[in-house]
């Protein structure tokens, strides 16, 4: 996730400051993931259960970048196309769809582990949170290319 966060970083970073916004949160998304996951640097490959607080904040980080997508992108968007006349086509409605549908089993994750308390039995943490993985995966995916697709729409000046 990382290498390919790098390449759409390098591809569509510095075009636009919505697409900018959304990558920056993107980042510290996979930063937080990584961290929880134990995916730290080689010093501290002593990997064990997430403390709570671990828990809280990427739980709080994963509603933040969803939420985010949902109404702060989206309706920056949204303000920029009514302000250029531009009509989103099918194929980013399509898109848009599919990336919503990976927002509840996501938010699944965070209402399962967001109040976890020091003594709770993490039992399928490890499970939960490699399905969280591939879920962010696939949800970041689509969301590359819907910026793709929205990019240049997003590069006109209003009223062109």
Not at 3 to 32: P, T
Not at 69 to 92: A, C, L
Request: with cysteine.
């Amino acid at each position: 996730m990382l290498s390919k966060f790098e390449q759409v970083k390098k591809e569509w970073g510095g075009h636009n400051d919505v697409i900018d916004q959304w990558l920056m949160m993107r980042q510290q998304l996979l930063i937080d993931y990584c961290k929880l996951a134990g995916l730290a640097p080689k010093e501290e490959a002593n990997r064990q259960l997430p403390t709570a607080s671990q828990l809280s904040l990427f739980s709080e980080a994963l509603v933040d970048y969803i939420s985010a997508g949902h109404f702060k992108i989206y309706d920056n968007v949204m303000e920029r196309w009514h302000q250029t006349g531009y009509s989103p086509t099918e194929e980013i409605s399509t898109l848009y769809a599919k990336i919503t549908s990976t927002t509840d089993p996501l938010l699944n994750f965070n209402d399962k582990y967001s109040e976890v308390k020091k003594d709770d039995l993490l039992e399928q943490f490890d499970e939960d949170l490699s399905q969280v993985g591939e879920l962010m995966e696939l949800r970041f995916a689509l969301e590359d290319k819907l910026i793709e697709l929205i990019s240049d729409s997003l590069s006109c000046p209003p009223g062109a």
